[in-house]
C-alpha cells in the first residue's frame, strides 16, 4: 500500500511538473530564509551562554548622578570596587575579575621585525579563570595571569608573530617598554561573547608598569568588573547592599552621586547600551524585526504551496471516484493525500539544506556571523526544519484529504459534483497575504535605506570628511609640537588637533560646578579634553566669545568652550551672556571663553545636550592625548597619508603608524542599521520571488481551467488584448488590495522603529507609492506570460480541450 502511495506521488509529481517545480522551489526558499534567520536568532540568544556559571555571573554597572539629566551610567567602575567587594560580602561573592585597557585605542607589541598595533588586548585578573570558561590550548589557568608582565594570546595572535613556533615563553616588547613572556594560548574562542580579545595580560603588569599606588582612586572608573555569586544567592541579595558599601568607600563629596547595580551576564549582548561598553551590543528589537521577516516568508511560501495543492485537487476528483469504485476506503484516501502533500514538503525541506549550504558564506558576511550547518552540533536545527516540513505538509494535505474524500463516488463519475467558491475565495485571501507582507517588506526596506542615507548625510555640525585620525601614545604628548609641525610643512595638511576620544562617537564626562551652583557640589558633563586648534580642524562655528589660543598660555587649565545647548541648560540667557561665567573644575576655577554652534558629539540615535571643550594642564596631557585629527586637502589622498606616516616614522619611530578616516568611523555607529537594512532587502527581495513564483502558477492554471472559454470568446471575437485583461485584471485587483491593507501597518511598524532615533527622516508617500508601482509591474509581468499564453492559442485546439 504504501509503495503504491509513493508511486502515485511521484506520478503526480512528474505529471504536473511545472507546478511541482514552482511549489518545491517556493517552498525550498521559504524554508531556507526562514532557517537562516532562525539560526542568527539561535546565535544571538546564545552570547555569554557558554560559560558554565553564567547564570552567577554578573556585571557590576555603576550610575553616577543623574541629576539635571547629566552623568553616567556606566558599565565599567574605579579600581578598588572588585577587591572591596569580595572582602566585604565573603558570604555572597565567590569570585570577582576585572578587565582593564587604560581606555587607549591600541597598544603595540613586537616580536623580532613584527610589529603591530593591536586593539583588542587587555589587562585581566588572574582569577579569569575561576569565573568564565574561556578556553586554553596551553598553559595552566591557576598560574597564567599570576605573574607581573605575563600574556595570554589567541591562536590566531600567537600564529601572528611566532608563526609555527611554541609560542609557549616567548617573550613580546609591549608598548617598546615592557617585556611580555607568552603563558598561555587560548582554544578558538567562541564567537558569541560581549568580551572579546586577542590577548590577556596579567593584571600584576599594571602595576609592575605604574607603581603600587596606582588605581587607588575611588573616582576614576575604568575597570570592567565582574562577581561570581555563591550557589542559590540572588544578585538581589548583594544589591541591597551597595548603599552601604557606597557609604563605607566612596570619598564624602561623592557618595550621594553613585549607585550600583548588577547586569546579569547573559542579559548584556541585547540588553545594555551603557556608557563604555567593552564593545558595541546589539539590539533586541532587531531580533524580533528578524524573526517577525522570518515568519512572513515562510508564510509566504506555505500559502503557495497550499494554494496550488488545492487548485490542483479539483482536477483530481476522477481519480477520488474511480478509487472508490474500486474499494478504496475515505480513511484511506485521507492517508494518500496527506502522504503525497508530506512528500512534497520534505523534497523541499532537502532541497533547502543546499539552498542553506550555498547562501551561508554570502548570509555570514552580511550579518558578520560564523554561522553553520551543522546537524550534529545544531540538532534543534534539524528538529525544526522536520517541524516545519510536517506543517506545511499536513495544512496543504487538509484540503484535498478532508474535502475530495467526501465526494460520492456516483456523482463523480457522473460528473454531478460542483466545487463550491469558497476554495477559490480562499486562494484569493491567501495571494492578497502573500503580496501584502511582500509590500509591507519593500516598504520596510525603501523607509530603512532612507534613515540610513539620512544619518550619513544630515549636518552634525562640525565637518567630518577629509579628516585622518591617528591613535597617539602618552609618549607622543612630549613630541606632539614637532610632529604637527612636520606635518604642517606640507600644504596638503590644513591642521591638527588631539584630543581624548573621537568626536562624535565617544565622550567622558568630567565634573563641573558652574556659575550659581551650590559650592562644593559636581555636576557631570559630557566633555573632550582637546588641544587649542581643535575648533578649527574641525570647522566648528563660535557663535559668542573666542577660541582657546597660545596668546592666552593660562587657557589650558583656566578656560572651557560650552556648546549652545549648554547655554540653556544652565539659563545663561544668551551665548553672548555665558562668556565669562565661572565654571569650576578639578583643573581650578576656569572661566567660559567661547560658546559653539550646536554639534552632535555622539550618534544620532541620541539628542544633542549640554557639552564642553576643555584643554588639560601641561603635566596631564600624556594622559588626554590619545587621538591626533588631521585635516587634509581633498586632493591626493595616498601622497598626504605618505607624508603623514612618514613624518611619524621620523619622530616617533618606536610606535607603528596606524591610521582611519573619521566619516568612515563614523558610519561604523550606523552599522547595525545598516545591515538591517541589507539583510531585510535581500529577504523582501525573496518574498517577492516567492510570491511571484505562486502568482504565476496560480495565473498559470486559472489560464488552464479557462481554456474553453478563451476559445469561445476568441470565437466570438475578443482580442488578444481583451483576453489578456480578462486574465489579469483579478490577480491586479488583488495586488492593490494587498497594498491598501499593508501600508497602515507597515507605516505603524517603522514609525515605531524610528522613534529609537532622535534624528530621523520623515516617512514619505513616496516609498509607498513606489512599492505599489513595483508590486504591479511584477505582478502584471508574471501574470501576462501566461495570460497572452492562452490568448494567442489556437481557438480550436481551446475548444478541444478536455
Not at 225 to 237: A, G, M, N
Not at 546 to 557: A, H, T, W, Y
Not at 671 to 684: E, H, M, R
Not at 746 to 774: C, E, K, P, Q
Amino acid at each position: 500500500m504504501f509503495e503504491n502511495y509513493i508511486k502515485v506521488a511521484l506520478r503526480n509529481l512528474i505529471r504536473g511538473k511545472l507546478y511541482s517545480f514552482i511549489n518545491i522551489t517556493g517552498l525550498a526558499i521559504g524554508i531556507s530564509c526562514f532557517m537562516l534567520i532562525i539560526l542568527f536568532i539561535q546565535d544571538e540568544l546564545r552570547f555569554d551562554r557558554f560559560h558554565k556559571k553564567a547564570e552567577r555571573i554578573f556585571r557590576v554597572a555603576q550610575k553616577l548622578d543623574h541629576t539635571e539629566g547629566q552623568g553616567e551610567n556606566s558599565s565599567s567602575n574605579p579600581f578598588p570596587v572588585a577587591q572591596a567587594l569580595k572582602t566585604d560580602y565573603p558570604h555572597l561573592i565567590e569570585e570577582t575579575v576585572r578587565f582593564f585597557n587604560f581606555q587607549v585605542p591600541s597598544f603595540s607589541l613586537q616580536y623580532g621585525d613584527a610589529r603591530f598595533n593591536e586593539k583588542k588586548l587587555f589587562y585581566a585578573d588572574s582569577s579569569l579563570w575561576k569565573v568564565f570558561d574561556f578556553p586554553l590550548a596551553q598553559g595552566d589557568p591557576n598560574t597564567a595571569l599570576a605573574q607581573p608582565n605575563s600574556i595570554v594570546l589567541t591562536q590566531e595572535m600567537a600564529k601572528k608573530y611566532f608563526g609555527n613556533e611554541n609560542p609557549i615563553g616567548k617573550v613580546l616588547r609591549f608598548e617598546s617598554a615592557v617585556d611580555l613572556k607568552v603563558t598561555g594560548v587560548f582554544e578558538s574562542l567562541p564567537t558569541q561573547s560581549h568580551i572579546t580579545f586577542d590577548g590577556l595580560i596579567s593584571f600584576a603588569t599594571v602595576y609592575s608598569q605604574t607603581g603600587p599606588n596606582f588605581g587607588q582612586s575611588w573616582i576614576w572608573n575604568p575597570c570592567w568588573t565582574y562577581v561570581l555569586l555563591k550557589e542559590s544567592i540572588y544578585p538581589s541579595e548583594l544589591e541591597s547592599q551597595f548603599p552601604a558599601f557606597v557609604n563605607k568607600h566612596y570619598p564624602d563629596f561623592i557618595k550621594p552621586q553613585i549607585t550600583h547595580y548588577l547586569q546579569r551576564l547573559e542579559d548584556i549582548h541585547l540588553n545594555s547600551k551603557l556608557d563604555y561598553e567593552i564593545q558595541p551590543n546589539n539590539n533586541k528589537s532587531d531580533i524580533y524585526i528578524f524573526a517577525a521577516i522570518g515568519i512572513f516568508i515562510l508564510i509566504i511560501a506555505c500559502i503557495n504551496f497550499m494554494n496550488l495543492a488545492t487548485a490542483r485537487s479539483a482536477g483530481r476528483a476522477r481519480e477520488v471516484g474511480m478509487r472508490k469504485v474500486l474499494g478504496a476506503e475515505r480513511k484511506q484516501l485521507i492517508r494518500q493525500f496527506f502522504g503525497e502533500s508530506l512528500f512534497m514538503s520534505f523534497i523541499a525541506v532537502l532541497v533547502s539544506m543546499i539552498l542553506i549550504a550555498l547562501a551561508l558564506p554570502v548570509f555570514n558576511n552580511l550579518a558578520q556571523k560564523q554561522l553553520s550547518l551543522n546537524f550534529l552540533a545544531n540538532p534543534l536545527i534539524f528538529a525544526m526544519m522536520v517541524l516545519v516540513g510536517i506543517i506545511v505538509g499536513v495544512l496543504a494535505g487538509v484540503y484535498p484529504a478532508l474535502y475530495l474524500s467526501s465526494f460520492e463516488a456516483i456523482s463523480v463519475m457522473k460528473g454531478r459534483i460542483k466545487f463550491s467558491g469558497r476554495s477559490g475565495t480562499l486562494r484569493k485571501g491567501l495571494v492578497t497575504l502573500q503580496f501584502a507582507i511582500s509590500m509591507a517588506l519593500i516598504i520596510g526596506t525603501m523607509i530603512i535605506y532612507n534613515q540610513l542615507n539620512y544619518l550619513r548625510n544630515v549636518d552634525l555640525g562640525f565637518t567630518k570628511e577629509q579628516v585622518v585620525i591617528v591613535p597617539a601614545k602618552p609618549p607622543i604628548a612630549g613630541r606632539y609640537e614637532t610632529l604637527r609641525n612636520e606635518w604642517m610643512q606640507d600644504n596638503s595638511v590644513i591642521n591638527v588637533a588631539t584630543m581624548n576620544e573621537i568626536v562624535g562617537a565617544h565622550h567622558n564626562t568630567h565634573e563641573y560646578n558652574y556659575e550659581g551652583m551650590e559650592a562644593g557640589k559636581w555636576i557631570y558633563f559630557p566633555s573632550l579634553i582637546v588641544s587649542e586648534t581643535f575648533v578649527e580642524t574641525f570647522n566648528m562655528q563660535l557663535v559668542a566669545g573666542r577660541n582657546f589660543s597660545k596668546d592666552f598660555p593660562r587657557d589650558d587649565s583656566l578656560a572651557v568652550i560650552i556648546n549652545e545647548a549648554m547655554v540653556s541648560h544652565l539659563g545663561w540667557e544668551s551665548p553672548e551672556k555665558a562668556v565669562g561665567k565661572r565654571m569650576y573644575t578639578p583643573s581650578g576655577d576656569e572661566r567660559v571663553v567661547g560658546v559653539v554652534k550646536n554639534f552632535n558629539f555622539v550618534s544620532l540615535h541620541d539628542p544633542i545636550g549640554p557639552f564642553a571643550l576643555d584643554m588639560s594642564p601641561q603635566n596631564q596631557k600624556p594622559f588626554w592625548i590619545k587621538y591626533l585629527a588631521v585635516r587634509i586637502a581633498p586632493k591626493d589622498f595616498r601622497g598626504t597619508i605618505a607624508h603623514i606616516e612618514n613624518k611619524w616614522n621620523t619622530v616617533v619611530p618606536e610606535y607603528p603608524f596606524e591610521f582611519f578616516f573619521l566619516d568612515e568611523d563614523l558610519n561604523k555607529l550606523y552599522k547595525s542599521q545598516d545591515n538591517l537594512g541589507k539583510l531585510v532587502g535581500y529577504f523582501a527581495a525573496l518574498a517577492v520571488i516567492v510570491a511571484c513564483l505562486g502568482l504565476f502558477a496560480l495565473a498559470s492554471f486559472t489560464a488552464e481551467q479557462r481554456t474553453k472559454e478563451i476559445g469561445i470568446r476568441k470565437v466570438l471575437g475578443a482580442s488578444v488584448g481583451g483576453i489578456v485583461g480578462l486574465l489579469s485584471k483579478e490577480f491586479l485587483k488583488l495586488v492593490l488590495l494587498s497594498n491598501v491593507l499593508a501600508w497602515p501597518v507597515i507605516y505603524y511598524v517603522m514609525d515605531n522603529w524610528l522613534s529609537g532615533f532622535a534624528y530621523r527622516t520623515s516617512i514619505s508617500l513616496i516609498s509607498f507609492v513606489l512599492a505599489a508601482v513595483l508590486g504591479l509591474a511584477i505582478a502584471l509581468l508574471t501574470v501576462s506570460f501566461q495570460a497572452i499564453r492562452a490568448a494567442v492559442a489556437n481557438p480550436a485546439k481551446s475548444l478541444k480541450y478536455e
